[in-house]
């Protein structure tokens, strides 16, 4: 796990709420002569509490209380248009699931929270479950952009700098983890900032934080990482080497990679030389391709190989076919029926999220295709074909290699959204 501890901000990040702030805001504004906030206004003050978005507009002193009267109470009337983004809620049940603790620090304020309800609650009700620990901007001398918000987390948790990824949508979420010395994710799938935000991760799709936060750093050993570099340097070499002496040289640059992978993980150095030394050329990915197929009564396919274990059907991509045409193949040979691949789901690192790693890289395409015709008939790679409902997924018989949880869980976030943006790693 690389980060013990996530943390959000609320407004743009975990929730679309921005309209919901900003129409009462500009209905005042008019009411007041003046002109409704510009694309580049409403980026500003959408990190803002209350108090310093007042400031910013140069909002009479005299008529303060009355102007924020007015906009709560037009937030209010707007809160029906307050949601959760897409996939929130199955990665924040998916993240606390794998043991993260998760957090919320925001610009709202337990003020506001009494005076508009749960719409502007710091921890909204069908977050709370996930929720630990929480800080508004009113607990802190200097909310954000300054650091006070993450450095008072830290002390209500003691969680440490280096076990924090703090999650946000604006320049003030960004400045207040950089003074921090937080590692930052800037959430894009509310809104698209102007230029590079040089966050420490952007993220298009809140299921792209379960692929940072729950990879380790070192997910492979060194030794291992340096077998598979010189591995690479020794089939480059040969892809344009002109000298017989330099061919052989390289040649035993492969043969201490496969020697040094057998070392360190006790595999068969045959089985490595077979896997890592029949590929010729500059050294790519291969590419493993898998169907997510759902029923009227939203249940997953699952194939049943003949081990026993589980997978979503799927297979390497063979040359000369697409992702697409190569997850048809595969689905009518191991689940004996038609499909229609529709729409990408994710193309990820296997390594990263699959165990036990391979020693070559993998990227694994994910596909969500339409169910067509086919009874199901036993053959050389399957025994079984079967729909699962999430909670009936058989865990413990699944085969880890190719099918997890953590893709099982995905492949079910795209089902439920309504918008879903690919995830490329």
């Known amino acids: 796990m690389r980060f013990k501890h996530v943390i959000f901000d609320v407004d743009g990040t975990l929730y679309d709420s921005l309209n919901a702030s900003i129409k009462p805001l500009d209905e005042l504004l008019t009411k007041m002569g003046r002109s409704p906030l510009t694309q580049e206004q409403r980026r500003i003050v959408a990190g803002m ?39 929130v809620r199955a990665v924040l049940s998916f993240l606390k699931d794998a043991g993260v603790k998760l957090g919320v620090v925001t610009s709202r304020t337990r003020d506001a929270e009494k005076l508009i309800g749960d719409v502007g609650s710091v921890v909204p009700m069908d977050i709370a479950p996930f929720i630990g620990a929480s800080v508004s901007a009113d607990e802190v001398d200097n909310p954000k952009p300054a650091p006070d918000s993450l450095l008072r987390y830290m002390q209500l948790t003691g969680a440490q700098r280096e076990e924090i990824l703090y999650v946000g949508d604006t320049l003030s979420d960004l400045n207040c983890a950089k003074q921090a010395g937080i590692a930052f994710g800037y959430a894009l799938w509310g809104s698209l900032p102007r230029e590079n935000p040089r966050a420490d991760y952007c993220f298009l799709n809140p299921w792209e934080i379960v692929n940072v936060a729950l990879t380790d750093r070192r997910s492979s050993s060194l030794i291992e990482k340096w077998a598979l570099e010189i591995q690479a340097i020794g089939q480059i070499g040969l892809t344009y080497v002109k000298d017989d002496f330099d061919r052989e040289r390289f040649a035993r640059l492969r043969e201490l990679s496969c020697e040094m992978l057998a070392a360190g993980t006790n595999e068969d150095i045959d ?103 086919g009874d199901f008939t036993p053959n050389i790679e399957t025994i079984d074909r079967k729909y699962f409902r999430k909670e009936n997924i058989p865990v413990d018989e699944l085969r880890t290699g190719t099918t997890n949880m953590e893709l099982i869980e995905m492949c079910f976030a795209y089902h439920e959204s309504t918008k879903w943006d690919p995830i490329v790693e």
């Open 271 to 373: 089985i490595l030389k077979d896997a890592l030394c029949f590929d010729k050329g500059y050294i790519t990915p291969k590419l493993d391709t898998r169907a997510a197929i759902f029923n009227e009564q939203h249940e997953i396919l699952l194939v049943q190989e003949k081990s026993g274990k589980w997978s979503l059907p799927g297979g390497w991509c063979d040359d000369g076919l697409t992702i697409f045409e190569n997850v048809k193949k595969e689905v009518r040979e191991e689940a004996c029926m038609e499909v229609v691949p529709v729409k990408l789901i994710a193309i990820t690192d296997r390594n990263r999220h699959h165990k036990p790693a391979h020693p070559y890289g993998v990227l694994k395409a994910t596909v969500h295709c339409l169910p067509g015709r």
């Open 49 to 87: 509490p209350a108090a310093p978005t007042l400031d910013y507009l140069d909002i009479p002193q005299d008529i303060r209380a009355d102007f924020s009267k007015k906009w709560f109470d037009g937030i209010s009337r707007y809160a029906s248009e307050v949601k959760l983004f897409p996939e």
